[in-house]
T-cell receptor, first 113, second 111 residues
Framework: ETGVTQTPRHLVMGMTNKKSLKCEQH?????MYWYKQSAKKPLELMFV???????ENNSVPSRFSPECPNSSHLFLHLHTLQPEDSALYLC????????????FGSGTRLTVV | GQQVMQIPQYQHVQEGEDFTTYCNSSTTLSNIQWYKQRPGGHPVFLIQ?????EVKKQKRLTFQFGEAKKNSSLHITATQTTDVGTYFCAGMNTGFQKLVFGTGTRLLVSP
């Protein structure tokens, strides 16, 4: 356990489904992040939340909708996804200070069929 | 936008050989971090470098930050099979919580 818990670990969904990914951190961190990791591509930053406020939306399509109800929880709501959205979605947290290392969760392996 | 490239993309070594991965940023960085991701796992934070020309060591791993704060390297001495994984550098620009990951170097170590 890393202190950052992601559920589910695996998810298969159809293009018309709606699902949500959940991330919970038990480290007292005040910044949380969503990253996308596809085969043969670097880790792509999707969203940044600092003190529950979204501070970065990295040109992510609107079919991905983040939610941060408090500093310990982060969600990624998914709807009408495309097959190319299949990837490993990683949540991370940090103290939010410049230079703090990120603690990653184990990720959700998403397959869109 | 900011880009962080790593070379090589992949390296296969015999156990006991040394290994080095190089990281180059298109912009000057305030700090650089290194992560290791084991096959099937998630990135794990290894170290952070902040000062120009800084060198840090962790057992067999040596990390260096370039003088211009645009490049970095990770050197592993006498690799072991437990070193297998993908090593990522990640750079942060001044004043913003946005860590941009490099393309990664996948290391395979044969016994």
């Amino acid at each position: 356990e890393t202190g950052v818990t992601q559920t589910p670990r695996h998810l298969v969904m159809g293009m018309t489904n709606k699902k949500s990914l959940k991330c919970e951190q038990h480290l007292g961190h005040n910044a949380m992040y969503w990253y996308k990791q596809s085969a043969k591509k670097p880790l792509e930053l999707m969203f940044v939340y600092s003190l529950e406020e979204r501070v970065e939306n990295n040109s992510v399509p609107s079919r991905f909708s983040p939610e941060c109800p408090n500093s310990s929880h982060l969600f990624l709501h998914l709807h009408t996804l495309q097959p190319e959205d299949s990837a490993l979605y990683l949540c991370a947290s940090s103290q939010g200070r410049e230079g703090d290392g990120y603690t990653f969760g184990s990720g959700t392996r998403l397959t869109v069929v | 936008g900011q880009q962080v490239m790593q070379i090589p993309q992949y390296q296969h070594v015999q156990e006991g050989e040394d290994f080095t991965t190089y990281c180059n940023s298109s912009t000057t960085l305030s700090n650089i971090q290194w992560y290791k991701q084991r096959p099937g796992g998630h990135p794990v934070f290894l170290i952070q470098l902040v000062k120009s020309g800084e060198v840090k060591k962790q057992k067999r791993l040596t990390f260096q930050f370039g003088e211009a704060k645009k490049n970095s390297s990770l050197h592993i001495t006498a690799t072991q099979t437990t070193d297998v994984g993908t090593y990522f550098c990640a750079g942060m620009n001044t004043g913003f919580q946005k860590l941009v990951f490099g393309t990664g170097t996948r290391l395979l170590v044969s016994p």
